[in-house]
């Protein structure tokens, strides 16, 4: 048996069974791992909000063979969704994209750490930008070309010239998704934008 210490980004969670909840976590050293919060489900409802994704949380990770569950956990930083709906749905497309690209168990602390960097560069931001549809294309288009860079798979070459933002993400997301046989889309997370704008557009 091993003990896992280390801080961790909330990718994702599942409700596994009635008392269970299945965390799927990107952690600075040991890179993504899943594991079991047991009886997380009837835990106290602030234990509860640091399994959201988004948060940034230290964790205790106990590995058994192939088994992992989490014994104990505390949040460190999360989004103040009070705040501004826009950083939320930035932040929720960056933990997205990550737990569709990285591969189990494969330390990434230098990606980790970038990650780090745009959380803070995101909590900073004026609010009023978050609301303009072209600075979100224009965040999302800047990360997901540096998440290509740090995995080594952008080459200048294989895309197009044009002064389209949103173009570019879409372009981006088809490379990322036949890259990884993936499918990524911005709009599942960027809604209420998407329909906004769309909106403007027939009126």
Not at 11 to 25: A, F, G, Q, W
Request: glycine fraction near 2%.
């Amino acid at each position: 048996m091993e003990l896992l210490k280390d801080n961790a980004l909330v990718l994702s969670r599942k409700y596994y069974n009635e008392s269970n909840i299945l965390v799927t976590l990107f952690t600075k050293t040991y890179g993504k791992i899943s594991c079991i919060s047991y009886r997380g489900r009837v835990s106290k409802k602030k234990e509860l909000y640091a399994l959201t994704p988004t948060s940034y949380i230290y964790t205790e990770i106990k590995k058994n063979g192939s088994k992992t569950s989490l014994v104990d956990y505390r949040l460190l930083k999360n989004v103040d969704t009070s705040k501004s709906i826009g950083k939320v749905e930035l932040c929720l497309y960056i933990v997205y994209v990550l737990d569709k690209i990285l591969e189990y168990n494969q330390e990434e602390k230098e990606l980790y750490e970038r990650i780090e960097k745009i959380y803070d560069y995101i909590e900073e931001v004026d609010e009023k930008k978050v609301e303009s549809l072209e600075y979100v294309y224009k965040f999302i288009s800047r990360f997901l070309k540096r998440i290509l860079i740090d995995l080594g798979i952008y080459f200048e070459g294989n895309f197009k010239e044009t002064r389209n933002i949103e173009d570019k993400v879409c372009e981006y997301e088809k490379y990322i998704n036949t890259y990884f046989n993936i499918d990524l889309d911005y709009r599942k997370i960027i809604t209420r934008r998407v329909y906004k704008w769309k909106r403007l557009q027939i009126i």
